[in-house]
């Protein structure tokens, strides 16, 4: 079964970064395909995609906030993380992870979700 | 960037009811469209992807059709479990792809 959370602070200050991680389960950040992606969701909005890494290390980041994440990944730890600098009160929201598999889903497509972590930037 | 508009925002809908869930891309996505499923305080479940797929074990009463700019959610007989909220989501020319607004599916 695979299985994604999320964890990180659930109050930063504007300015500051913010770190994420999303650990997983059933599943290797090591085989040839496999892609966790990040999105988040501000209060009564949409979805929005931020970042994406593939088991080869290869990255996406959304357009609008590349300049602000990163994204990396520890296989050992089965691990993602995200960071995003300068943290203002427009990113509060719900972040969540999830997974996807290159020749089984569409590019861009996640099939298995977390639960999301709440994230408020206030100081 | 592509605007996703779904409607209508909320469908009341009693169980055992056709429910059908609109999406409306602001230029083509071809056949680049997927669809989600949110119930409250749970983690979303791709239900539908290339706009008419179902993804694994998503029950045969969902739907999808659609390509280009309209796109249609079918949920042929509405179960208890199935009072959520839908989004759309293209994948044209990703990233960044984008999603809807949603539609919440409430009891009638």
């Known amino acids: 079964q695979l299985t994604l959370k999320e964890s990180g602070p659930t109050l930063v200050k504007p300015t500051q970064t913010l770190t994420l991680t999303c650990t997983f389960s059933g599943f290797s950040l090591t085989t040839a395909g496999v892609g966790v992606g990040w999105i988040r969701q501000p209060p009564g909005k949409a979805l929005e995609w931020l970042a994406l890494?593939?088991?080869?290390?290869?990255?996406r980041y959304s357009p609008s906030l590349k300049s602000r994440l990163t994204i990396t990944k520890d296989t050992s730890k089965n691990q993602v993380v995200l960071t995003m600098t300068n943290m203002d009160p427009v990113d509060t929201g719900t972040y969540y992870c999830?997974?996807?598999?290159?020749?089984?889903?569409?590019?861009?497509?996640?099939?298995?979700w977390g639960q999301g972590t709440v994230v408020t930037v206030s100081s | 960037e592509i605007v996703m508009t779904q409607s209508p925002a909320t469908l009341s809908v009693s169980p055992g009811e056709r429910a059908t869930l609109s999406c409306r891309a602001s230029?083509?996505?071809?056949?680049?469209l997927a669809w989600y499923q949110q119930k409250p305080g749970q983690a979303p479940r791709l239900l539908i992807y290339d706009a008419s797929t179902r993804a694994t074990d998503i029950p045969g009463r969902f739907s999808g059709s659609g390509s280009g700019t309209d796109f249609t959610l079918t949920i042929s007989s509405l179960q208890s479990e199935d009072f959520a909220l839908y989004y759309c989501q293209h994948y044209n020319n990703w990233p960044p792809g984008t999603f809807g607004g949603g539609t919440k599916v409430e009891l009638k």
């Open positions: 890494i593939y088991w080869s290390d290869d990255t």
């Open positions: 999830a997974h996807t598999r290159l020749l089984v889903l569409p590019t861009g497509t996640f099939d298995i």
């Open positions: 230029q083509s996505v071809s056949s680049n």
